[in-house]
Every structure is written in C-alpha cells, then in structure tokens.
C-alpha cells in the first residue's frame, strides 16, 4: 500500500518533470515579486534573481534524473 502511494509522488516522464518546474517557477516568481515590495532597490532585485536561480538548478536536476531513469 505505502509502495502505490509512493507511485503517485515520483516523476517518471519529462512531461512531468516539466510540469513540475513549472509550478516550482511560477512560486519562484511570485516569492521574488514579494520581495522587490518589501526590498526596494538592489536588494529585492538580487533576492528577486536567486528565486528563479534555485529553480533552474533544481530543475535541471530533476531532468538528468528522469533521463538518467529512462535508460
């Protein structure tokens, strides 16, 4: 039982990876928006651009992942 639980949080497909870091973009984007309102000026626009870093960096992760898997 726990195993098809399991099932349903693990990406299999590209499809689904790229699904998923799109939901991780839109957050990111949206927390760095947040952030050039509390920080005006260099600081939010620096914070702004770690946001998106973070998941570009997951992101090609999780593709070598699901393409390290499809072999």
Do not use: D
């Not at 590209?14 to 998923?20: D, P, S």
């Not at 005006?40 to 914070?47: C, I, K, M, Q, V």
């Not at 946001?51 to 570009?56: D, E, I, K, R």
């Amino acid at each position: 039982m726990l195993a098809r639980l399991a099932r349903l949080f693990t990406i299999t497909t590209k499809f689904e990876a790229f699904l998923v870091i799109y939901g991780l973009g839109l957050g990111a984007v949206e927390r760095g928006v947040h952030y050039l309102a509390q920080y005006p000026g260099l600081g939010g626009e620096l914070l702004f651009a770690a946001c998106p870093l973070g998941v570009f960096m997951a992101g090609a992760r999780i593709l070598h992942s699901v393409e390290v898997a499809e072999r």
